[in-house]
Antibody, heavy 114, light 114 residues
């Protein structure tokens, strides 16, 4: 069974940092590109970042470029999102998902507030 | 970036009636080399991650009821629910994946029972 389990969310002050993790299982993680997608409270889905299977290609939404860094460890079947210089508008549930869109985690809530 | 615009923002339909949601992309998402439209539809219920319904604009994901169908090509797409059921109340999103690893979503359409 395919599973994606996010962790690392929580409450952080503006300007702070947080590292999200996504543990993958049930499929050959190293064969798939992966995404981070977020959803602010009561709002729609926003694509955040994507990484190709071998980390050769990485893209970010303009809203997070220069502040967030996506990475992966295929040996550990894990996806990461390092979030720096956090702002109130980064408050959201962060989902990891296979780039094919067919599997998503349950999400982890990041709240940026003083 | 490709901008996705859905209409309407919300929709109320009687049980058993047809529901139609539209999605327009700011540029064509039809890839000429394989004649495929890089367009997906998702359903999201409260407190849950999005669920993939349709990919390649018209291919139903495994397990999705056949009352859900997708159509369109180029820049204009439609999700149709042929006979609305109570469990179809949700927010529906279109997403383009034409821009490899730089995905964008529509703003969402909230579907309710009339």
């Amino acid at each position: 069974e395919v599973q994606l389990v996010e962790s690392g969310g929580g409450l952080v002050k503006p300007g702070g940092s947080l590292r999200l993790s996504c543990a993958a299982s049930g499929f050959t993680f190293s064969s798939y590109s992966m995404n981070w997608v977020r959803q602010a409270p009561g709002k729609g889905l926003e694509w955040v970042s994507s990484i190709s299977s071998s980390s050769s290609y990485i893209y970010y939404a303009d809203s997070v470029k220069g502040r967030f860094t996506i990475s992966r460890d295929n040996a550990k079947n894990s996806l990461y999102l390092q979030m720096n210089s956090l702002r109130a508008e980064d408050t959201a549930v962060y989902y990891c998902a296979r780039a094919t869109g067919d599997y998503w985690g349950q999400g982890t809530l990041v709240t940026v507030s003083s | 970036d490709i901008v996705m615009t859905q209409s309407p923002d919300s929709l109320a339909v009687s049980l058993g009636e047809r529901a139609t949601i539209n999605c327009k992309s700011s540029q064509s998402v039809l890839y000429s080399s394989n004649n495929k439209n890089y367009l997906a539809w998702y359903q999201q219920k409260p407190g849950q991650p999005p669920k993939l319904l349709i990919y390649w604009a018209s291919t139903r994901e495994s397990g999705v009821p056949d009352r859900f169908s997708g159509s369109g090509s180029g820049t204009d797409f439609t999700l149709t629910i042929s006979s609305l059921q109570a469990e179809d109340v949700a927010v529906y999103y279109c997403q383009q994946y034409y821009s490899t690893l730089r995905y964008t979503f529509g703003q969402g359409t909230k579907l309710e029972i009339k």
